[in-house]
């Protein structure tokens, strides 16, 4: 997989806030997954401890059995310090790494651990990644970024909406009974209830996190404890 528009390493803080202001108002939140949808990929990141290397992984899914058809990685220097909001500078040069080396077709839909539309720009790493090679993508967080909401019922599927300054930014979701919701929202050409129902979907399995992220989360460790 190639960008479809190119990833701009933004020299400083304003730099980067800009970038995101930018690309922003190319963010579609709306549309169903592709149907037939076959593949899903699952994108994460892990850090070496002292920050200098990043790995990335993404694991792409069938999307009926939930079996992994590929895996790819890529390890790299972390080129972006951290800055709350701004997280998807570190992790993409290293996510879009290991997507150039998928060599099946593209993912019909990622993944990404994290957030999209809630972020206090609405433009998180969902967001971004779907913006830059125009795929269908959405985030799911195991806390919330930004928001307020009041806390789901306590049965698999119970879910409210994560509101920030008057505006539904997001879905908080229950996976699993009795397990803490996890937070769900919008990248890019998808709308807000079908990124929740496809992650509700990826939890079938009984984990609290998608399928989708509990594999990558595995591949980028064993990439960061392998070096390679």
């Known amino acids: 997989m190639k960008p479809a528009t190119p990833f701009v390493v ?15 108002t190319l963010v579609r939140p709306s549309g169903q997954p592709p149907s037939p949808l076959r593949l899903i990929a699952g994108l994460d990141v892990a850090y070496a401890v002292d920050e200098s290397r990043a790995a990335g992984a993404v694991t792409v899914l069938d999307a009926e059995s939930l079996d992994v058809v590929e895996t790819a990685t890529a390890l790299r220097p972390v080129d972006f310090p951290y800055r709350p909001g701004l997280l ?34 609405r433009f998180g790493l ?7 090679l125009d795929v269908p993508t959405f985030a799911v967080a195991k806390t919330a970024f930004v928001g307020t909401f009041t806390e789901p019922g306590a049965k698999r599927g119970e879910q409210t909406d994560l509101v920030d300054g008057g505006e539904v930014i997001g879905r908080v979701l229950r996976t699993r009974d009795g397990v803490k919701p996890v937070f769900v929202s919008v990248g890019h050409r998808l709308d807000l209830d079908a990124v929740t129902d496809l992650a509700l979907r990826l939890t079938a399995s009984g984990y609290r996190q998608p399928e989708t992220t509990r594999q990558a989360d595995q591949a980028c460790r064993r990439a960061l404890a392998a070096g390679a």
Request: aromatic letters at 4%.
């Open 126 to 132: 969902a967001c971004h990644l779907g913006v830059l």
């Open 88 to 121: 998807a500078f570190r992790e993409i040069p290293a996510l879009l790494d290991a997507l150039s080396k998928l060599t099946i077709t593209t993912p019909d839909v990622l993944v990404c651990d994290g957030y999209g539309l809630a972020h206090p720009r």
């Open 10 to 24: 933004p020299s400083s803080e304003a730099a980067a806030i800009a970038e995101q202001d930018r690309l922003r």
